[in-house]
């Protein structure tokens, strides 16, 4: 959620509006700043939360990718 010049829901929002069907994972520590509700508004597609192992990582990319073939 934290770099330099946007925030990464900001940074979701404008690859979104640029390209809607790209689907954004949000990696983050705890964060006051986004919730499910407002992730889901914005068209995150999933979290994985720091610190993240690559097994879990896998899983969330992959149940990612599949939903979105629909």
Request: hydrophobic share 45%; net charge positive.
């Amino acid at each position: 959620m934290t770099m330099p010049n946007m925030t990464g829901d900001e940074l979701a929002m404008e690859l979104i509006a640029f390209r809607p069907d790209i689907p954004v994972i949000l990696c983050t520590g705890y964060s006051k700043n986004i919730s499910d509700e407002k992730a889901a508004k914005i068209g995150i597609k999933a979290f994985a939360y720091k610190s993240v192992v690559k097994a879990d990582l896998a899983k969330i990319v992959r149940k990612v990718l599949d939903d979105t073939k629909g």
